[in-house]
């Protein structure tokens, strides 16, 4: 079984697009106001139009590996996101900084540094 990607229930696929677009430094698939498909290295990155989507979802992190966490963390300060928390070596060897989309999902880049 090959787990293909995730789907971002949001009212505004617009805002929520161009923000992950300017994060992951990648493209859409179109430029519609109901579905959006985010291209990345790995499994896909969707986002739908759901009007009664309610926000937060403090059950689940997206998790997306980094050549280099440091760098990364200074970029998104530059484009004032929010970091909710610092790079940070956990207790598993990652390097993990997490922060929230506009829509208050959690979202962490993460690196694993050379020993």
Known sequence: MLFSGICLLTKDVKRLSDFYQKILQTTSDCDDEIH?????????????????????????????TVD????????LKDLDVEILD?????????????????DGNYIVFRSFPKR
């Open 68 to 75: 280099d966490v440091d760098t990364e963390y200074l970029r």
């Open 86 to 102: 610092e790079p940070t070596i956990r207790p598993w060897g990652a390097k993990n900084m997490r922060f929230c989309d506009p």
């Open 36 to 64: 959006q498909e985010i291209h990345t290295q790995g499994a896909f990155l969707a986002i739908l139009k759901y009007d009664d989507a309610d926000g937060r979802n403090s059950n689940m992190n997206m998790a997306f």
